[in-house]
């Protein structure tokens, strides 16, 4: 009878763990955990923000109207400790080695029909990875396309990063001016 209770008396132990473990982690994640947007446990730390971006075609080979650089104005946040920018804001550097996550919000502005639309991170002016690639239909219902895109980079913490948007079939398409649709932030993953 005694080897019975004492597996029963076990069982309770386990119970009342198991109960508390989970109580815990309901106080944990509903009760004290932040609503929407990233956890604060996620590992990503905001490193930069701007919040105005432009067209810029000063940089060769960057100076048509088919093919220029995005221009990061109205900085909100630098930590200069992860990023650098130069080149009249266009160029940046991510100084400390590791995984950030780019994330673009562009609205573009004039875009025609049966033209193909490229947003791309070039790495020392070599092609890195595409943020967006947009075909426009035969029947756009608008001249404007919202892009919204986020990527992984890996630095070596000497590579100089752009972001290029470049067109086949159109010559005139830009940045909108309105500032409420365009922002680039930068994250590092620690």
């Not at 004290?32 to 060769?60: C, F, H, R």
């Not at 029909?113 to 029947?139: C, E, G, H, K, P």
């Amino acid at each position: 009878m005694s080897k019975k209770k004492g597996g029963i008396f076990l069982l309770w132990i386990i119970a009342f763990g198991a109960l508390g473990l989970s109580g815990y982690m309901f106080f944990k994640n509903e009760l004290i955990g932040s609503s929407g947007g990233t956890s604060p446990d996620s590992g990503l730390t905001l490193v930069g923000l701007w919040d105005d971006l432009a067209t810029n075609k000063e940089y060769a080979p960057y100076t048509t109207d088919n093919d220029w650089l995005i221009e990061f104005n109205n900085n909100q946040f630098n930590n200069s400790n992860y990023i650098s920018v130069d080149n009249n804001n266009t160029r940046f550097k991510l100084l400390k080695e590791g995984f950030y996550k780019i994330t673009l919000l562009l609205l573009l502005a004039n875009l025609d029909a049966d033209a193909i639309y490229w947003v791309q991170i070039m790495r020392n002016n070599t092609f890195d990875q595409y943020l967006a690639r947009v075909a426009i239909s035969a029947n756009p219902s608008s001249s404007y396309h919202l892009i919204e895109s986020s990527l992984y980079i890996k630095s070596t913490g000497l590579d100089n990063f752009i972001i290029r948007c470049y067109c086949i079939g159109d010559t005139s398409y830009t940045i909108a001016n309105d500032d409420d649709f365009n922002q680039l932030s930068i994250e590092y993953n620690k």
